[in-house]
Structures are given as structure tokens and as C-alpha cells.
């Protein structure tokens, strides 16, 4: 499997998916046909977003083709060349996906081989479930369940920060509060702009900020980039 | 009905529920009896849950007994004086009470007169629905659908600060992906340190800090203290 997961799709100070063009253009290796997923944009037309990223990748000239604009959904998954599912709201995306029948097809489409590419919400579908995403629940989505395309849970836009004065949860609480009622889990906070290359058996972690690895009864232990190796 | 709806536990450089105390007595209205629902508690037994509310609210000389405690939940909520909701995490509180049939008995006993007091997780299961919780979505509660108890959804622990640099979703730009699927809704952003008491077909707005009222298509809207007129 080919799996790259980004925390998320804009940094301070930087257009849109800046920060992702690369990695991007290395996880097609050449491919340039591309079914995009915009089920999790909420604020936006499906159309408006599937522009947008057309035009923050335009540099690796692919042909992209929103999935909400394809006859048959299901068919466009099982051949499509490579899949990217876009940020948003984690809860309309598996939602949107599970109501079409999706997530079967594109689990078995990218164990066949297509790269998988997601960020924020995106990187949320991909994990076991979407127990970890930071979104507000806005949409039941049938069962947290999701693509279960890894063995762990990513956190994106992981931070353990508050705003000045705030008592709610931290980051960590929360991901503590997920290990206390499944304590197998291993949960990985990525930061934003960092991402996750999964090939083949190997798994490698890339980006300038720090990753934190979160396990039931183990101090949150930091990782490094370079191969992924969770034991 | 007698609600009353906390953002939140505690307040810094506070104890725990310290400035609960004295809108909780006036809530009660001379009840001694209170019925504890600690399902929300995760990382917390529930028996140390309900041990540490009891010492917080101590100089209310309660009589504060754990649901989890008695032998018959359903039967503990239909006799019950009083109800309290402590925060935690709303999935698991919605998925305990679901689990046990309780939604519909704290509904009809609170109907029946029975004050409601809610602080966090407990404000957000006396809503609608919990679709407004800040909560990571740790359990599946099967379905929403929450006690209904008022016409609004409240976001607890309001703010619409972003830690430094960080370009996750703010608060607001939640709410408005609830209201882009659910545009009948009004959400109410209730800042820490602040509550809602309901009281009959009045309801009232108490606390410090500013609170904030969301609808669709309009700009966010400062809620003064005191009667809340929503129209």
C-alpha cells in the first residue's frame, strides 16, 4: 500500500497546500490521473473545493476529477488511479462515504495498489476509525469505523496547547481519555506540517515539527523522522 | 423544568467547581437529595468521581449518591429529588445513559420538576443533541439524540482563541459547519466561568465573560446577561 497522510493542508503565511506539493508529487511517481474526494468540505461547494486544490497542485499538471461529479461513484473508485480525500469535517466525510458504499471499495482500490492521499480529515479516514479527530460531530456517520488503511490512529493537528486562561481538555487528555477505554491503541500526534509516507511494509514520518507517540500506561514519547518503527 | 447548564468545572487559580457552588444551591432550592450521573468520568473511577464532587459542593451539606451505585438506575431517576450530570467526555456519558435507558427517565423526571444540573459534558447532554460538544469522539453513543431538555444546543468551554500558529479549525468555524447541515439551529458559545439557568418557560444567562449566539446567515451575536431573549 501507498499511503501519505498530512496533518493538514495550510501553514502560516503560506498558499494553500504549499507544503504538500512535494510530497504529493512523489506519491504519484508519475501518476497524473486523480479521483478526489471533497465529502468532508462543509463550508464550501464540492465543485469550489475540488477547484481549489486543482489550482494549489497545478504544478504537478494532474488531471483531477472530483468524485461528486462522476456518474458511478463506486465504479470510479475501482479504477481509479490514485485517491485523494480532502480536509474538512471528518464526521460529514465518513458519512458522505459510507452512504455511497465507498469505504469497502476504496480500502480494496488502494490494497491493490493505488496511492491513498488524505490531510486532516482525509489522514482521519484512512486510520482504524475516526476516534481521533478533533472535529465537532455535526453528522452521525453510521459507526466511527473508517478505512483502516494503518495499524495506528493519527491526531492530526496535533498540538497540546491552549489558549491563554482556557481549563478545557488538552490535546493529550483527549487522546488519553480514548487509550483509557481501548488501551491496545497507538496514537500518533502529528503536528501540523507533518506528515506520514506509508510503502509497502515501511512507514516513515517527515516534517520540521515534533511527533508524539501516545500509549495506554507510557509517558507520550516523542518520534523521530525517517522510518516509522512502533513496535 | 428547573435547569441549570455550566460551561464548565473549574476556573484557574480556582477549586473544583468553586464558583458552581452557590448557583447549584439556588438551583436545588433547599433539596438535599441529588442523584450523581459520573458516566462522563474516564480517566477517573466513578466512585472517585462522585467522592470528589461531593467534597467540592460540601458546604451545601448534600446528600450526593453515584448512580452507578444503586441497584436500579431507571428506578433511582424516576424517584429522583434532583440530577446532576458532572463533565468528562459527552460520547461516553450519551453511550453510558443510552446504555442503560436512562435518556428518556431524566427526561420525564426532570419534566416532572426535578431541577436538572448540568456542568461540560452535562450541559451538552441536556441539548438536542451532542453535536456541539468539543469532545474526541472516543465511543460511539449510537446516535446524537441527546435529553432535548431546551430548544438550544450550547457549546461549552466557548472560546474562539487558537493557541499561537496553529491553523486548526477555530471554534466558530465549527459551529458554522453545524449550521451549513442543520441551518435551524441556534448555538450558544458559553464561555467558561459562565451558565445558563432555566426556570419555567424563562431562561437566564449568568457569568463574567461574553457569551455568543450563532445562526445561520448572520454575523455572531453578544448575548447579555440576564433574561435571554432568542426570539
Same mark, same amino acid.
Given at each position: 500500500?501507498?499511503?501519505?497522510?498530512?496533518?493538514?493542508?495550510?501553514?502560516?503565511?503560506?498558499?494553500?497546500?504549499?507544503?504538500?506539493?512535494?510530497?504529493?508529487?512523489?506519491?504519484?511517481?508519475?501518476?497524473?490521473?486523480?479521483? +478526489?474526494?471533497?465529502?468532508?468540505?462543509?463550508?464550501?461547494?464540492?465543485?469550489?473545493?475540488?477547484?481549489?486544490?486543482?489550482?494549489?497542485?497545478?504544478?504537478? %499538471?494532474?488531471?483531477?476529477?472530483?468524485?461528486?461529479?462522476? %456518474?458511478?461513484?463506486?465504479?470510479?473508485?475501482?479504477?481509479?488511479?490514485?485517491?485523494?480525500?480532502?480536509?474538512?469535517?471528518?464526521?460529514?466525510?465518513?458519512?458522505?462515504?459510507?452512504?455511497?458504499?465507498?469505504?469497502?471499495?476504496?480500502?480494496?482500490?488502494?490494497?491493490?495498489?493505488?496511492?491513498?492521499?488524505?490531510?486532516?480529515?482525509?489522514?482521519?479516514?484512512?486510520?482504524?476509525?475516526?476516534?481521533?479527530?478533533?472535529?465537532?460531530?455535526?453528522?452521525?456517520?453510521?459507526?466511527?469505523?473508517?478505512?483502516?488503511?494503518?495499524?495506528?490512529?493519527?491526531?492530526?493537528? +496535533?498540538?497540546?496547547?491552549?489558549?491563554?486562561?482556557?481549563?478545557?481538555?488538552?490535546?493529550?487528555?483527549?487522546?488519553?481519555?480514548?487509550l483509557c477505554v481501548e488501551p491496545a491503541l497507538s496514537v500518533i500526534?502529528?503536528?501540523?506540517g507533518n506528515w506520514i509516507q506509508v510503502s509497502g511494509e515501511h512507514?516513515?514520518?517527515?516534517?520540521?515539527?515534533?511527533?508524539?507517540?501516545?500509549?495506554?500506561?507510557?509517558?507520550?514519547?516523542p518520534l523521530p523522522t525517517g522510518l516509522l518503527t512502533l513496535g
Amino acid at each position: 500500500m501507498e499511503l501519505l497522510l498530512l496533518s493538514n493542508s495550510s501553514l502560516p503565511d503560506q498558499p494553500y497546500l504549499q507544503h504538500a506539493v512535494e510530497p504529493i508529487g512523489q506519491q504519484l511517481a508519475g501518476r497524473r490521473k486523480v479521483l +478526489f474526494v471533497p465529502f468532508a468540505g462543509v463550508t464550501q461547494s464540492w465543485d469550489a473545493y475540488t477547484d481549489k486544490v486543482r489550482q494549489a497542485l497545478s504544478a504537478l %499538471e494532474l488531471d483531477i476529477v472530483g468524485i461528486h461529479t462522476v %456518474e458511478d461513484p463506486l465504479a470510479a473508485v475501482q479504477s481509479a488511479e490514485a485517491i485523494m480525500v480532502g480536509g474538512g469535517n471528518t464526521f460529514v466525510l465518513l458519512k458522505q462515504c459510507r452512504e455511497r458504499h465507498l469505504l469497502g471499495a476504496i480500502r480494496r482500490r488502494v490494497q491493490q495498489g493505488a496511492p491513498y492521499i488524505g490531510w486532516s480529515a482525509g489522514a482521519n479516514l484512512a486510520c482504524p476509525s475516526i476516534r481521533t479527530t478533533n472535529d465537532m460531530p455535526i453528522a452521525d456517520p453510521g459507526g466511527f469505523d473508517a478505512l483502516d488503511l494503518l495499524a495506528w490512529q493519527i491526531n492530526p493537528h +496535533f498540538t497540546n496547547a491552549l489558549p491563554a486562561g482556557h481549563q478545557g481538555e488538552t490535546r493529550e487528555q483527549r487522546i488519553r481519555e480514548l487509550l483509557c477505554v481501548e488501551p491496545a491503541l497507538s496514537v500518533i500526534g502529528l503536528p501540523e506540517g507533518n506528515w506520514i509516507q506509508v510503502s509497502g511494509e515501511h512507514a516513515y514520518l517527515a516534517g520540521p515539527n515534533p511527533t508524539w507517540l501516545f500509549r495506554a500506561g507510557q509517558a507520550a514519547q516523542p518520534l523521530p523522522t525517517g522510518l516509522l518503527t512502533l513496535g
